[in-house]
Nanobody, 129 residues
Framework: QVQLVESGGGSVVPGGRLKLSCVAP????????MGWFRQAPGKEREGVAA?????????YADFVKDRFTISQDNTKSTAVDLKMNDLKPEDSAKYYC?????????????????????WGEGIQVTVST
């Protein structure tokens, strides 16, 4: 059973930055779609960004383009980072890492919550003055 562990959340002021990490301890994926989603209170979970492990293709929601960067950390078994710059109060949410091992990402499916079969427990990001 694949496990995903998120880290790096916290509180920052508007304009600040954070880096989230998602690690699958003990696992190495040669092919997978790994994505970051977020859910604010009273709202549905939404896709933020995803990366096609093994190919390196990346996908972003329009609301985070040019501010967030998703990348694979090859120094760890399988780890994906989400670097978040210029954070806004509306970015406040619980962020979840998802993985669909052995599958690709595509421009449509990456943002579909049901595409992923493994999820981390989530980590809180709060942006406020």
């Amino acid at each position: 059973q694949v496990q995903l562990v998120e880290s790096g959340g916290g509180s920052v002021v508007p304009g600040g930055r954070l880096k989230l990490s998602c690690v699958a301890p003990g696992d190495t994926f040669t092919s997978a779609c790994m994505g970051w989603f977020r859910q604010a209170p009273g709202k549905e979970r939404e896709g933020v960004a995803a990366i096609y492990i093994g190919i390196g293709l990346t996908y972003y929601a329009d609301f985070v383009k040019d501010r967030f960067t998703i990348s694979q950390d090859n120094t760890k078994s399988t780890a994906v980072d989400l670097k978040m710059n210029d954070l806004k109060p509306e970015d406040s949410a619980k962020y979840y890492c998802g993985a669909e091992v052995g599958s690709s990402c595509g421009p449509t499916v990456w943002k579909m919550e049901k595409w992923y079969n493994t999820w981390g427990e989530g980590i809180q990001v709060t942006v406020s003055t």
